[in-house]
């Protein structure tokens, strides 16, 4: 028996408010058509007024952000065969080489009238603009062509983006910024009189500047005079002036009589105020920095030292406000991440840990190298994060109503909302559980369709419907939720929150609220079933190899060394690096050390030797896991592995070798000025034993998707 559902949609206007009934049927019921809020900076401070009550009296709040990428390299892809710690790493690269586009938010608020949610979803188009003129360099992040291409397969606007997107600062820019017009405010930008030895340092070089110099104190003795006798003098002087519109206008600066200085040159602008001090006590050089270079230059009368003390303090004053008044404007988007801080609301994602380091980068400050200390940071400013990724693969209940089914975002709404959803099928649930309703401005639907899919806002509004029918499905009844219920604390749900899968991809999840990896979930269950264990102190990174060696070659080759049970599994990073997976932990030194000796002998027995066949076709190098976590935590950014390696060991090769070299110089330097002993012979002979790996041909640059190979 069909469920039939009684639907009323509002379309609201100054004048009107009318309603209109049907019976709901999802295959025939025509829905109604409204895009989500869309925000850019032309109508940024009023929306974010708007949104501010919906933040404050939601239940819950679902979040989606578009960016320009995901990963600048092949192998920078997130592998079964990467550690907790170096799948965060990877995320890290991700989120500090790429930008964040658009940013999508829903909050959710429970109408226990009606019975059902009405969701509030907003699309913020941002663009990391530089708005401030000490701001640094202008920003630079990377593009990967099939995000641009995604997205533009689904019309994504990149003119709003890029000409109407907000720009923002994250709380560490921010403070920077104040920093930096602090300094800017005390040095050149500064309003501030002249210092005395910057003046007496600029000689009248030339007749020119002597004539200049008199003339100046003319004119300013005249305009002063004519201040003190307040006679025909003033207006005159005046009038001629403004008449003529060149150098010299007189204007008041904070109630008191000024000239400001237009069309001077720097080097007669410093002429003028060593005129000023050494001829004039009552009068006061000022500079005024305004936006653009546009600076305003004043001399300003003042019947007292300390009514110049006040003159400047209140140029000071007004320096500093308008200071802070630029960089409030430059905090941009901000302002909406740090309302949700402090509401301190249930924030939902769909596989969101990308999403939330994008935020901790963006808007908070630069992310931490340990994994640790970023789930520290997070927690403290977002106490309660839910994955709906994570909810759908863990509980049983959801597993067993999703039949095993995809849990991709846009497929778990087909099968949990079909009311919503435009896909093919999406009527397999018999009844919808939970009703939404959607609100944009004026306009207010339960049967609702976007005109648009993969915006962040749409998949913000996704996200959150699908959380709010999962918890229904988790028992969790909203009728008989009371006003004061947070959701948050809802017990049904403790077990979700902050548990999040660490990647684009299944794998690793870190509990948030302790920072550590949770028990058993570091390698993905059916890889585990389907493939050995991995262990990441037996496995060796070899790089650098030709191209056509092929797995089975390179596990035959080991396996002659030592032993047929000796390699468990190999996995190809691209083309021509992969990760050797040994059966023993020894064996991962037995193979660098062989390795090692091979490339220094060329007799016979190395010659012949049966690893020469996966040696012999390229500049090949090889190291423990600990160095694969040192490539992959470097910023340097190379398409092919081999290349991202040998760059990586140059480097801390050359900066070892400058450390041993600067040590062995000091020390031979206290052999020379001092009586030798047994300390500085032991440190001696310690540095003299160092090694040094000497640099390697780079190669050549191929793309080249990952594979995984298991023998």
């Not at 578009?66 to 890290?92: A, C, N, Q």
């Not at 059916?526 to 990174?541: A, L, S």
């Amino acid at each position: 028996m069909k469920r039939k559902c009684l639907i009323t949609t509002f379309l609201k206007s100054p004048k009107t408010l009318i309603p209109f009934s049907h019976p709901f049927c999802s295959q025939t019921t025509k829905k109604s058509t409204f895009s989500v809020k869309k925000v850019t900076k032309t109508n940024f401070i009023s929306s974010l007024q708007d949104l501010k009550p919906h933040i404050q009296n939601a239940d819950f709040i679902s979040i989606d952000f578009e960016m320009t990428g995901i990963t600048s390299s092949p192998w920078r892809e997130s592998f079964d065969f990467d550690r907790f710690d170096i799948r965060y790493l990877k995320v890290k690269d991700s989120v500090e080489k790429f930008a964040v586009i658009q940013f999508g938010i829903c909050p959710f608020k429970w109408d226990s009238d009606k019975e059902s949610f009405i969701a509030h979803p907003h699309t913020f188009y941002i663009f990391p603009r530089k708005e401030l003129p000490l701001d640094g360099p202008a920003y630079e992040f990377l593009c990967q062509t099939t995000s641009l291409d995604f997205l533009s397969k689904f019309q994504f606007d990149f003119n709003a983006c890029i000409y109407e997107g907000i720009s923002y600062l994250s709380r560490a820019q921010e403070d920077e910024a104040l920093n930096r017009l602090d300094l800017a405010y005390e040095d050149e930008l500064s309003v501030s009189e002249f210092k005395s030895k910057e003046v007496k340092d600029i000689p009248s070089v030339g007749i020119a500047d002597v004539l200049f110099t008199e003339r100046m104190k003319n004119k300013f003795c005249e305009w002063r005079d004519g201040l003190l006798r307040n006679t025909g003098k003033e207006s005159q002087f005046e009038r001629s002036s403004q008449n003529s519109k060149t150098q010299l206008e007189t204007v008041f600066f904070n109630m008191h009589p000024a000239l400001e200085l237009n069309g001077f040159t720097s080097h007669q602008l410093k002429l003028i105020q060593l005129v000023i001090r050494k001829h004039f006590k009552d009068l006061t050089y000022i500079r005024m920095s305004g936006e653009n270079a546009s600076d305003r230059k004043l001399v300003v009368y003042t019947d007292s030292d300390t009514d110049k003390n006040l003159v400047l303090k209140e140029a000071r004053d007004t320096k500093r406000r308008e200071a802070e008044m630029k960089v409030k404007n430059a905090v941009g988007f901000r302002h909406v991440i740090d309302l949700l801080l402090s509401e301190q609301k249930l924030v939902v994602g769909h596989n969101c840990f990308l999403d939330i380091a994008h935020i901790h980068n963006k808007f908070l400050g630069p992310l931490p190298s340990k994994i640790e200390e970023f789930a520290s940071s997070i927690h403290k400013h977002f106490p309660h994060i839910i994955d709906t990724k994570y909810l759908l693969k863990t509980d049983k209940v959801m597993q067993f109503m999703m039949k095993k089914k995809s849990t991709s975002l846009s497929k778990a709404f087909a099968y949990l909302c079909p009311q919503f959803s435009s896909l093919s099928g999406s009527s397999v649930v018999n009844r919808q559980s939970v009703e939404f309703e959607v609100q944009v401005d004026e306009l207010r639907s339960s049967n609702w369709n976007s005109g648009a899919k993969h915006e962040a806002g749409y998949d913000a509004f996704m996200t959150g419907c699908v959380f709010a029918q999962a918890c229904d499905h988790l028992g969790i009844d909203f009728k008989l939720q009371s006003p004061s219920t947070v959701l948050a604390y809802d017990e049904r749900l403790r077990k979700y929150i902050n548990l999040l899968y660490v990647s684009w991809i299944n794998g690793s999840i870190i509990d948030l609220s302790t920072g550590e990896e949770t028990p058993g979930s570091s390698i993905h269950e059916t890889f585990k079933q389907r493939y050995p264990k991995v262990i990441f102190e037996n496995i060796v990174v070899f790089w650098g190899f030709s191209s056509n060696l092929k797995p089975g070659i390179l596990k035959e080759s080991l396996s002659k060394v030592f032993g047929l049970g000796s390699v468990t599994s190999i996995y190809y990073l691209d083309k021509t690096a992969a990760f050797i997976q040994f059966s023993k932990k020894e064996l991962v030194s037995d193979f660098l050390a062989l390795k090692e000796t091979l490339e220094n002998n060329d007799d016979a027995v190395s010659v012949l030797h049966p690893l020469q066949k996966i040696l012999e076709d390229g500049d090949t190098q090889a190291a423990d896991y600990e160095v694969y976590k040192q490539i992959c935590s470097s910023s340097i950014s190379r398409v092919l592995f081999a290349d991202q390696a040998n760059e990586v060991v140059i480097r801390r090769n050359s900066k070892e070798e400058e450390s041993r070299v600067s040590t062995e110089s000091l020390i031979v330097r206290d052999e020379n000025s001092t009586t030798k002993n047994e300390t500085t012979k032991d440190s001696s002979s310690h540095f003299s034993s160092l090694v040094v790996l000497h640099p390697v041909k780079i190669a050549e640059s191929i793309i080249f998707f990952t594979r995984i190979e298991h023998i």
